[in-house]
């Protein structure tokens, strides 16, 4: 089979490698798309710390396919359409027994710590398929949407920290695919209002076009008269930080009304992720600050379901679409944050 495998900083390469076949309660899925990830260009990059050098790991997390053959005692059957719920742990330890396995002491996922779906085929162990992993998605949904459900899981976890209730007013930072999902489950929670910041031009159209009540450029004193025009007078019920940028940080925290919920969900990088942020803010507001990552098997079920009963149009964010043999193209059009999803077809 044709696969991406990571060699080294800065080289994915296509090889040919042998087609895996499933053991016992093993299941081998023929993968119909892979979405590229902000996560995949820091594996291409060299910068992801689950890649040493030379690892040989194909990467790859948002993927939906088929099962095209199973082990024997598989609780998967032949045929079945699969999204792939890429987050699985130990199975054992306290948060896994929680549900929670996003926060397992050795957490696992497909494309991170194991092979993924930048491959035609994807060989799935007995552990993972046996943890409830692989969700079944009917006939006649693009698979391309469905690989979509795991980035919504992340920001239904985020948005789902935030309490988001009917007539609330909220603030997102960053208008990439994460953060038109955050608009648009505000939305469906039942925000009155979502003010967005995102410095481009386009993605501030996008957001709009999702469900933005307003979209400015980064000027603080902007976002404070968009609130008060949204009636926020005492600031935002909810802030949601989904761009990895420390002074937005330091801004929701001011923006958040008294009782405020604040989600970081962006990741800083590690050489910047020391911010100073006025503790009294969260004192005096009583504000709820919250950080999420990753998602669980629920998170992914719940994404899932919005992207086929089709209350989320998921699909409209797949700006391009490539074979397997085009993927140096299609992660250099990943890179040029000139689309905001970009599917691998194998
Ligand atoms: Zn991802
Ligand atoms: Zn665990």
Redesign the pocket.
């Known amino acids: 089979m044709k696969a991406l495998v990571y060699r080294g900083r800065g080289s994915l390469v296509l090889e040919e490698q042998p087609q895996p076949h499933p053991g016992k309660g093993e299941a081998l899925l023929r993968v119909d798309a892979c979405s590229i ?3 995949d260009l820091r594996i291409a990059a060299g910068d992801h710390r689950s890649y040493a050098d030379g690892s040989g790991r194909i990467p790859g ?2 993927i939906a396919g088929t099962v095209v053959e199973v082990g024997d005692g598989a609780s998967a059957g032949i045929g079945d359409r699969v999204f792939v719920a890429p987050n699985y742990g130990c199975g054992r330890c306290r948060a896994c027994r929680r549900g929670q396995v996003n926060l397992c002491d050795k957490p696992r996922a497909i494309g991170i710590t194991e092979d993924g779906g930048f491959a035609e085929y994807l060989l799935l162990q007995r552990d993972f398929v046996d943890q409830g992993n692989l969700l079944c998605f009917g006939d006649g949904v693009d698979p391309g949407a469905v690989a979509l459900a ?2 919504l899981a ?1 920001a239904l976890r985020g948005s789902r920290a935030c309490h988001i209730g009917e007539g609330d007013v909220v603030v997102v930072y960053g208008a990439g695919p994460i953060g038109l999902f955050h608009i648009a489950l505000a939305r469906l929670a039942g925000a009155r209002a979502v003010v967005v910041c995102e410095p481009n031009v386009d993605r501030r159209q996008r957001a709009l076009a999702w469900g933005a009540t307003s979209a400015h450029d980064a000027s603080f004193d902007e976002l404070q008269a968009a609130l008060e025009g949204a009636g926020a007078t005492r600031g935002a019920d909810v802030v949601v930080v989904a761009a990895p940028v420390p002074i937005a940080q330091r801004q929701a925290l001011e923006l958040a009304g008294p009782g405020g919920r604040v989600n970081f969900f962006a990741g800083l990088p590690r050489e910047r992720s020391r911010v100073e942020l006025d503790s009294n803010l969260i004192h005096y507001k009583e504000l709820v600050v919250t950080g999420t990552t990753a998602s669980t098997n629920e998170e992914c079920h719940a994404a899932l379901d919005l992207i086929v009963d089709g209350r989320l149009d998921a699909g409209s964010l797949i700006d391009a679409r490539f074979d397997l043999a085009s993927a140096q193209d299609a992660f250099g059009l990943a890179a040029s944050g000139r689309a905001l999803k970009v599917v691998i077809e194998p």
Do not use: L
Request: hydrophobic share 0%; charged share 25%.
């Open positions: 990830c902000g996560t997390h948002e795991e980035p992340c």
